[in-house]
């Protein structure tokens, strides 16, 4: 933990102090503009990657950036009770699905039962992504590794979009156009990001800044 410590130290000294009224403005409320629904996996940093400060992002992060599709339940929800609180609580405009290339959890779908069994919870977990899986399969004609685990990867972010369209609150406000819902495929080694397109169904390089 010594880095960790240091890091803490360092932010103290530095960015905090470089940035002392903006946290004096958070300290009794928040207003992000938008959910980033993203994986839990350590090289996605979401702030980070959208240059975004404190109090922008609301964030969920969960194995292969999942949506359970709507339901009430006496369970407790996690990822479900995030967005039911960004959407009605703190009345974000934009929700983000945020997938990225070397998806663990997503290369976990092609797992042997197996491999799967000694991680019951993710596999229990992964489920959400059943439809994924056979798309994929239905999609490629040849078994490329590459080609595989990149459209899982994308495919899998287009699902989670229709997921988040099954939340009744969700539908009212894109239906009122007061939300807008994004699919993105981050790629670690070039910094690149993807934007899924629904009327197209591509993913196109999201490389100047939106009108």
Same mark, same amino acid.
């Given at each position: ?30 207003? =992000? &503009? %938008? ?8 090289? +996605? ?7 975004? @400060? ?65 991680? =019951? &919870? %993710? ?8 439809? +994924? ?7 490629? @004609? ?70």
């Amino acid at each position: 933990m010594p880095d960790i410590h240091e890091g803490i130290i360092r932010f103290r000294q530095h960015d905090f102090e470089a940035n002392r009224q903006h946290f004096k403005a958070l300290e009794r409320e928040q207003k =992000p &503009h %938008t959910l980033f629904i993203g994986c839990s996996d350590s090289r +996605v940093v979401p702030s980070l990657i959208t240059q975004t @400060m404190p109090g922008e992002l609301f964030i969920v992060r969960n194995i292969a950036n999942l949506v359970p599709m709507y339901r009430e339940s006496g369970e407790f929800l996690a990822t479900t009770s995030a967005i039911e609180y960004a959407v009605l609580m703190l009345n974000v405009e934009n929700i983000i699905v945020c997938g990225h290339s070397n998806c663990g959890g997503c290369a976990a779908l092609w797992e042997t039962q197996e491999t799967l069994d000694k991680i =019951p &919870h %993710t596999r229990r977990w992964l489920e959400l992504a059943k439809p +994924v899986k056979k798309r994929v399969e239905k999609a490629l @004609m040849g078994q490329n590794p590459e080609a595989r685990e990149w459209l899982t990867e994308q495919m899998n972010v287009a699902q989670q979009l229709c997921h988040l369209k099954t939340y009744p609150y969700i539908k009212e406000r894109l239906k009122a156009g007061t939300i807008t819902l994004f699919g993105w495929h981050y790629m670690i080694p070039t910094g690149s990001i993807y934007e899924y397109h629904p009327g197209s169904k591509e993913f196109k390089l999201i490389d100047q800044p939106s009108e």
